[in-house]
């Protein structure tokens, strides 16, 4: 079964840090984009970041960039969201998905061409 797994969310002071890792589970992960997402209560998700297979391609939205980073290490199956000066506007459920190995060299923040969907995980900005 193809999955996609977040972790790392959790409660963080204004100003500080998380790691957020989405991890490949039934399939290698090195042929395919990967995209971070979020959703905050009562809003559209909003594409945030995202690397084409081989990490040589990035995008960031306005609202983190500069504060947020991606990456990956295909050996690892994982790709990572650091995510540094964290702001309360930052709390939602972050997701993580894939796009279609054809598209292994493109790297596009519209939700609509993605799949395999992970959990999310929570992150939470307060004081």
């Known amino acids: 079964q193809l999955q996609l797994v977040e972790s790392g969310g959790g409660l963080v002071q204004p100003g500080g840090s998380l790691r957020l890792s989405c991890a490949a589970s039934g399939f290698t992960l090195d042929r395919y984009p990967i995209g971070w997402f979020r959703q905050a209560p009562g809003k559209e998700r909003e594409g945030i970041s995202c690397i084409n297979s081989s990490g040589g391609n990035t995008h960031y939205a306005d609202s983190v960039k500069g504060r947020f980073t991606i990456s990956r290490n295909n050996a690892k199956n994982t790709v990572y969201l650091q995510m540094n000066n964290l702001k309360p506007e930052d709390t939602a459920v972050y997701y993580c998905?894939?796009?279609?190995?054809?598209?292994?060299?493109?790297?596009?923040?519209?939700?609509?061409?993605?799949?395999?969907w992970g959990q999310g995980t929570q992150v939470t900005v307060s004081s």
């Open positions: 998905a894939k796009l279609p190995s054809l598209m292994r060299d493109l790297c596009v923040l519209s939700d609509s061409p993605y799949n395999n």
